[in-house]
């Protein structure tokens, strides 16, 4: 049995954006009202006393008492107190369409039947787009209180009608996608918090499901509890969901919220740790290990601390905490960054947050856009996804909502982007063709700019195009994408086997060190992400091992490509040749540039790790000119490393300058 104190704090704050702190009233169906006749009245009343002891308890089994009252419904359609009911039923397990029908009918034939059904009116037809009738009702609602119970509740009622609003204006520019519910992994109960792993081969969710009719649910929220699955992905389809072992799921509520660069640590949410907390997963021989704590400074003893984001390098983290020491609204984004192996003292981002909460957060592979969802900004409701992109001062953009159809009435939530931006995925309990509550959708995105001319682009539409709905769909391309991705195997050259190598990434035109990461240790597998715009250094070392370096310029009108790249690095031993690619001199000048020294760094590193090592550095230049002024100027070139390495403390005795 589960243990009750691990409550998922995450899903019951998510639940509340459709009751927000109402509690409908449970009237009575009186028997002498609802009977019309006497053939088929005995099971019909059947349905509805089994619908309200359903009803009464609330979360998960509002499915069974729907299923009870439609029975009933089906005897007498005419019932105000039935409709009410049902009503109440369908809008709590997202059938919006059909809620909206039977409350507001409830308002126009018994508009007092229960002070709350012009909430709940109001609400169904909020979360089925007829904002301006929802105002109506909200406004209506309003009207039946004293001044003085106004004041209590005006401020939430009022956020309703600026949501309706909100929305008024989003539809009218929608976003050019399709959306598909991924019916191979979405149930009845909750499927929420899609994980793309880096590699983009799987896809961690997790669900409330009952996994046998022994389970008990959550006496909080009367949901069942959750744990962690996870998905095969080949580009298009989600197949194959299986929940992950006991090493993963244990007797508390599990939630993966992200992968490391290399996807062998799964970062996990778990609240019954400290108000809840987020832990920590290590693959190793292709087994997750028991979950244990991060040595990161994000959790608290007093607070809650849910969904985390990586940069692509692991070296910035952005996580949401409802800390209340420093915090604008309720769950704020915080950031933190690694020096070395210390992470800062996380920062509130301000200028991100809101009065409401914030949830959600993934970092983008270009590491300046944040995607995140919020309840406050220009949200139609509840949460909706925006993004913001810092600049190279640490500056954020204004939040942008990511608009209509990806963004719901609802709450929208736990974004998540493949690396060319052309899949999404995400979590929504506002999408009209939802199986009941939360479910997970995935998004191909179009863009406005030219006819769409790539091959594989118009066979993903003709994919999608009987499964999904359209919006705002026009033939178009996507836009220009700033990323690269550098990927492959690191090798033995000797033996072709796998290697674990340490991989540092600098930028040369300023001569720093911009990111580390280690191949996978039994695959060799690794990737990069390079924004476009630079030019870059790379270098690959693992002892034993001469290092490897490669160049590489990425010009600022570059458009997403990935490379596919097997390393393969070479052991030390005598006679070896090793290539410098990152070292740099003006023309027909053999003084070096400072781009070089980075490179020159790791052939000392080399060197003085391997003190009975002596080199030969050899210096070429083009063919062009004159073979004599060639030669002299590779030597003196050759002379140039040479004395640099000398300045940095390598015996003169053991390098030899060849031109």
């Known amino acids: 049995m589960k243990n009750i104190k691990s409550l998922l704090f995450v899903l019951i704050i998510i639940f ?22 006497e053939t088929g009245f005995k099971e019909a009343w059947k349905s509805v006393k089994k619908g309200n002891n359903f009803y009464e308890l609330k979360g998960v089994y509002y499915l069974n008492a729907c299923d009870e009252y439609k029975k009933a ?31 507001t009918s409830v308002t126009s034939i018994k508009p007092f039947i229960a002070k709350d059904v012009l909430f709940y009116a109001a609400r169904a037809c909020h979360m089925n787009y007829n904002f301006e009738k929802a105002i109506e009702l909200y406004m209506a609602y309003k009207n039946t209180f004293t001044n003085k119970e106004l004041k209590k509740q005006s401020v939430k009622i009022d956020k309703f009608i600026v949501e309706c609003n909100n929305g008024i204006e989003l539809l009218k520019n929608p976003a050019e996608v399709y959306i598909e519910n991924i019916s191979s992994i979405n149930t009845e109960y909750p499927e929420y918090y899609p994980v793309l792993t880096r590699n983009e081969k799987n896809l961690y969710f997790s669900s409330r499901r009952p996994k046998s009719k022994k389970d008990k649910v959550n006496i909080y929220d009367r949901k069942y509890y959750e744990d962690v699955f996870v998905a095969d992905f080949d580009g298009k389809e989600i197949k194959n969901p299986k929940i992950l072992d006991q090493s993963i799921n244990t007797q508390s509520n599990e939630v993966a919220v992200a992968t ?26 292709n087994q997750w290990q028991k979950v244990k704590s991060i040595d990161m400074p994000v959790n608290t003893k007093k607070f809650q601390e849910t969904s985390l984001t990586f940069s692509s390098d692991d070296k910035m983290a952005f996580f949401v905490s409802d800390n209340d020491d420093d915090n604008v609204g309720g769950k704020d984004i915080y950031m933190t960054v690694k020096s070395g192996k210390k992470w800062s003292n996380p920062q509130n981002i301000v200028s991100l947050n809101s009065t409401g909460d914030e949830e959600g957060v993934f970092f983008y592979y270009d590491n300046k856009t944040l995607y995140f969802s919020s309840k406050g900004h220009n949200s139609m409701g509840g949460y909706d996804i925006f993004k913001a992109e810092m600049n190279e001062k640490g500056e954020w953009s204004k939040p942008v909502n990511l608009g209509y159809p990806i963004n719901t009435p609802g709450d929208d939530i736990f974004f998540t982007y493949s690396k060319d931006k052309r899949t999404a995925f995400y979590s929504s309990n506002g999408q009209k063709d939802g199986k009941g509550d939360f479910d997970i959708y995935k998004i191909l995105f179009l ?25 705002f769909i026009e033939t178009t391309e996507l836009s220009t994408k700033n990323v690269t991705i550098l990927k492959g195997i690191i090798k033995d050259q000797s033996t072709k086997q796998p290697v674990k190598a340490n991989i540092e990434i600098i930028d040369n035109e300023k001569n720093e060190l911009i990111s580390e990461l280690t ?13 476009a715009g630079k030019k870059y250094g790379i270098s690959v070392n693992s002892k034993g091992y001469l290092f490897y370096s490669e160049y590489i310029d990425i010009p600022i009108t570059a458009k997403y490509e990935e490379i596919e790249k097997d390393i393969e690095i070479i052991p030390i031993s005598l006679g070896v040749k090793l290539v410098l690619k990152n070292i740099f001199f003006a023309t027909n000048k053999s003084e070096l540039q400072p781009q070089s020294y980075v490179e020159l760094g790791f052939v000392v590193k080399l060197l003085k790790e391997n003190p009975t090592i002596k080199i030969e550095i050899s210096g070429h230049t083009d063919n062009v000119g004159r073979i004599d002024k060639n030669m ?7 002379k140039s490393v040479v004395n640099y390495l ?13 031109g």
């Open 16 to 37: 509340t954006s459709i009751e927000q702190n109402f509690s409908q009233q449970n009237i009575k169906i009186k028997k002498s009202e609802f009977k019309i006749k």
């Open 73 to 103: 419904y089906q005897y007498n359609n005419n019932n105000p107190a039935l409709k009410y009911k049902l009503g109440i039923c369908l809008l709590m397990t997202g059938k919006y369409e059909e809620a909206e029908k039977l409350l």
């Open 260 to 285: 490391s660069f290399d996807d062998n640590i799964l970062y996990i949410y778990k609240g019954n740790k400290n108000n809840g907390d987020i832990l920590q997963s290590v693959k190793k021989k």
């Open 447 to 471: 863009g406005p700019e030219k006819p769409m001319n790539t091959e594989n682009i118009i066979d993903s539409i003709a994919y999608y195009k009987n499964k999904i709905k359209i919006s």
């Open 519 to 531: 191949s996978d240790s039994i695959s060799g597998q690794y990737f990069i992400t390079l924004s």
């Open 632 to 638: 002299k100027l590779s030597q003196e070139r050759a």
């Open 646 to 658: 000398i300045g940095n403390g390598i015996e003169p005795s053991r390098l030899t300058a060849k």
